[in-house]
């Protein structure tokens, strides 16, 4: 029974094309998130939704768009893709509670690679 | 503002012996802290944190970590590496009482080798 799952696992597009990546959590949480790790494995936040809601929004090119249809799915759909582009991108979800923080739990990827 | 720096990008020990990874924070509030460990091509796996309790955190495999507000530091360690224990190393920190959601920040991540 898989937490958080992401398809694909591997994506290889050419520049400009447009694609998306899919996630879904069966945690019952109601805040998701999308990270970007670099080759330099580094990880940053990019967005996150609670309960289908817009709440971070970091310093990220329009042409990625994220879209939440129900609290257990968070789509990220990437226009015009650019060789920097090229990552591996983490879906993660957890509980949002005011005063605290609960961990977040990551799914297992998706490897972007544009040609 | 948060920020993490791991102190070392990169940790070779033998195995059976103590491992040390170092993280000094900064944060503007009152911080949660968290280690994920990320083995080769898979997600990332919490192996602890330090939400306001105890300031001694033990973690999942044998793993501990150590809150030291007055150094800024939350070190991880384990008395005895095992094979296993070969995977890249994230301390992470969030602000317990920012308003706008749960913004993990990472720090630069530490590559663990065991060596037989």
């Known amino acids: 029974d898989t937490a958080v799952s992401q398809t694909p696992k591997y994506l290889v597009t050419q520049m400009g094309n447009d694609k998306s990546i899919k996630c879904e959590q069966n945690l019952g949480h109601d805040t998701m998130y999308w990270y970007k790790q670099d080759s330099k494995k580094f990880l940053k936040i990019m967005f996150s939704y609670n309960n289908k809601e817009l709440i971070i929004n970091e310093t990220v090119p329009n042409r990625f768009s994220p879209k939440s249809p129900d609290k257990a799915h968070l789509n990220l759909h990437i226009n015009s893709l650019e060789l920097g582009d090229s990552a591996v991108y983490f879906c993660?979800?957890?509980?949002?509670?005011?005063?605290?923080?609960?961990?977040?739990?990551f799914g297992p990827g998706t490897r972007l690679t544009v040609t | 503002a948060q920020s993490v720096t791991q102190l070392d990008s990169h940790v070779s020990v033998s195995e059976g012996t103590p491992v040390l990874l170092r993280c000094n924070y900064s944060s503007s509030y009152s911080p949660s802290l968290f280690w994920y460990v990320q083995h080769p091509n898979k997600g990332l796996q919490l192996l602890l944190k330090?939400?306001?309790?105890?300031?001694l955190v033990k973690g999942i495999n044998g793993f501990e970590a150590e809150f030291k507000k007055s150094e800024t530091s939350f070190h991880l360690t384990k008395p005895s590496a095992h094979m296993s224990d070969a995977a890249e190393y994230f301390c992470?920190?969030?602000?317990?009482?920012?308003?706008?959601?749960?913004?993990?920040?990472f720090g630069g991540g530490t590559r663990v080798l065991v060596k037989p």
């Open positions: 993660a979800s957890s509980l949002k509670l005011t005063g605290g923080n609960y961990e977040q739990y």
């Open positions: 330090y939400t306001s309790a105890a300031t």
């Open positions: 992470v920190v969030s602000d317990r009482l920012q308003a706008a959601g749960n913004k993990l920040t």
